[in-house]
């Protein structure tokens, strides 16, 4: 709504109070955390302190309550059919090692084949090249067009009939672009194999429906979200959870233990060996209230129309060329750039000169960058709550950078 609309959003976190002059341009690295998400993590440790789904008195019990609560919130965020279908990890990278491990490991074998997307992170491809060294299956690639399109019949001719599993982000964090999920995993579907989507970059800026997409797995960390790093989530279909082995084994995820043998809790606690993030979780809960709160329209208006503008002044600099769509809806707020003659780590920090946080280097996705022809780039990542005005102060500087290292305009 138009209150929305106006709102100055730093206000909610307090890290733009203590630096008034940061213009944080680095949001799909890390969100920052607005106060109530930080209430909600000490409003755990201040007063509700006890070791979750241990403890048969009340505090713990009021820990467990708050632990269950979260994750109720995630399955409302993700739109599961089943609370016991999200499962607390660390991050992404541990929530798709589950999958690698737990579900890779024991039913892939020789004559299967894996296809991943060439612009993954390598958070979504090394658990798949190991999967694919130990078991013998084989590892494919599903190539993209120079500015970052899954094409349906690029994607139709990646598939065989061996293809068992694919492993595919929603949106790139190079790119940022929104990858046909849906359509992927119909036709992953039609081929017998299952989807495993990396939602890094998706969870913070587009509604997610797993059931909607049908999707198999979905990974996304929380502190990409506005959540604190260390509380991230693995959903997975209950049919599939159910007849995996657990990834990591010990206290809190069994049901008995014998000299020699367990009986594993059932889901979701069976993937949740050691003591949780309680805190964290909690924290997740408050991060996804608060953006429910904004609401996606609000948010999502506010990003293309800061994209825009960034797009748009940056287009008129010359010697820039910002990887692809023309679209500013098709970035989700993520910009990654080249300067003409200019190295991206001199970039990154003519723009620190200036208060301005970006990101410089591979991006994780080191496949992509050989792809693509190019060592390294910049990205700038925006947020709802950044500002027409930092946006501004960013390509104004950046309008200096080849001047600064001694080219002409
Ligand atoms: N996938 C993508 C697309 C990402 O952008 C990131 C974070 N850079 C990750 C996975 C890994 O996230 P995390 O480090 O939180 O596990």
Redesign the pocket.
Same mark, same amino acid.
């Given at each position: 709504d138009n209150r929305n609309e106006e709102k100055d959003f730093r206000k909610d976190f307090p890290i733009f109070q203590q630096e008034k002059e940061l213009i944080y341009l680095d949001n799909?690295?890390t969100s920052q955390r607005p106060a109530c998400v930080l209430e909600a993590e000490r409003n755990f440790y201040e007063n509700t302190n006890a070791n979750p789904l241990r403890g048969l008195y009340e505090l713990g019990l009021e820990a467990t309550d708050a632990y269950e609560n979260a994750r109720k919130c995630v399955q409302g965020f993700l739109h599961a059919g089943k609370a016991e279908e999200i499962i607390f990890t660390r991050?992404?990278?541990?929530a798709l090692n589950l999958v690698a491990y737990s579900y890779g490991l024991n039913r892939l074998g020789p004559g299967d084949e894996i296809l991943v997307s060439i612009m993954e992170?390598h $958070? #979504?491809l090394l658990p798949w090249q190991m999967v694919s060294r130990r078991t013998g299956a084989e590892l494919k690639f599903l190539e993209c067009g120079q500015d970052g399109e899954l094409t349906e019949e690029q994607i139709r001719k990646a598939f065989t009939s061996r293809t068992r599993l694919t492993a595919v982000?929603q949106? $790139? #964090?190079v790119f940022g672009r929104e990858n046909p999920i849906k359509e992927i995993v119909r036709i992953a579907h039609e081929h017998g194999a299952v989807v495993v989507a990396?939602a890094?970059?998706s969870a913070p800026h587009i509604p997610i429906n797993v059931q909607e997409l049908d999707v198999d797995f979905l990974a996304f $960390?929380g502190?990409?979200l506005m959540a604190p790093m260390g509380i991230?989530v693995l959903y997975g279909k209950e049919e599939l959870l159910q007849d995996m082995p657990p990834f990591l084994t010990g206290g809190e995820m069994i049901e008995r233990v014998g000299r020699y043998d367990a009986v594993y809790a059932p889901l979701p606690h069976r993937f949740e060996a050691g003591t949780v993030n309680a805190a964290g979780a909690a924290a997740l809960g408050a991060a996804i209230g608060y953006l429910e709160g904004i609401g996606w329209k609000t948010l999502q208006e506010r990003e293309d129309r800061l994209t825009a503008l960034a797009l748009e002044q940056m287009e008129q600099i010359p010697g820039i060329r910002v990887l692809g769509s023309r679209d500013a809806g098709e970035h989700c707020g993520i910009l990654t750039f080249t300067v003409e003659d200019v190295h991206p780590h001199d970039v990154a920090s003519i723009l620190d000169a200036d208060h301005i946080a970006v990101r410089a280097g591979h991006h994780?996705a080191q496949p992509l960058m050989e792809y693509l022809k190019v060592p390294s780039m910049v990205r700038a990542s925006i947020s709802f709550y950044n500002t027409e005005e930092e946006i501004r102060a960013f390509t104004e500087s950046l309008s200096q950078v080849r001047r600064k290292m001694g080219y002409g305009e």
């Open positions: 799909a690295a991050n992404t990278t541990e992170h $958070s #979504n982000t949106v $790139s #964090n990396d890094a970059q $960390s502190h990409k991230g994780c």
